[in-house]
C-alpha cells in the first residue's frame, strides 16, 4: 500500500468519525429540545387540569407528568388529553357557558388516532405526521381554552351565607 492511499484511509476514517460526532451531537440536542418542550406542553395540560371544577376532573391535573414513562407514556398523554377535553366540555356546561364548542375534543380524538397509525407499518408515514400536526393544533386550543375556563364559586356549608360572595 502506497502513502497515498494510506493517507486518503485515514482522512475516511478521520472524516467517519467527525461526521460520527457530529450526529452525536445533533440527536442529543434535540432529544433534549424534545424533553424541554415535552415539559412545557404537559405544564400546559397539568394547569388546565388543575383549573377545571374538581367534580368534573376525572384524574389530578399531575398525573400529565406519567407521560414521560417509556413505552406508556405517548399513549398515557393522549388519554390525558381526551380526559381533559372531556372534562372541559363538562366544566363549561355546568357553568351554563356556550362558548365551550367541545373543549378541543375532536382534535384530542384525533390525535389518539393518529398515533395508533404510527405504530402501524407504511400507515405511519401518514400518522406520525398527522399526529405532530394534530399535537401543534391541540396545544394551541387548549392554550385558548385555559384562558377562558370559568371559575365557579365554592360555597361551603360551613361558612354562613353572609360571606359565601367574597369567595
Known sequence: ????????DQMAVATIHTLSAGMLIFFTILAIAGVVVAA????LLHRTM???ALAQRPVPGWTIWLSYIPVAG????????????SSIKKDFLL??????KD???????GMAVALL???????????????????I?????IAEISKRIPVIPVVSTAIPPAFTSTL
Open 50 to 52: 388543575d383549573k377545571v
Open 95 to 100: 357553568a351554563g357557558r356556550p362558548d365551550h
Open 1 to 8: 500500500m502506497n502513502d497515498q492511499q494510506q493517507l486518503n
Open 74 to 85: 405517548p399513549i398515557w398523554s393522549v388519554v390525558f388529553a381526551v380526559m381533559l377535553s
Open 40 to 43: 412545557v406542553y404537559f405544564l
Open 117 to 135: 397509525c404510527a405504530f402501524i407499518p407504511f400507515v405511519n408515514l401518514i400518522g406520525g405526521p398527522a399526529y405532530l400536526v394534530l399535537w
Open 103 to 109: 373543549g378541543a375534543l375532536p382534535f384530542a380524538i
Open 137 to 141: 393544533i391541540y396545544w394551541v386550543k
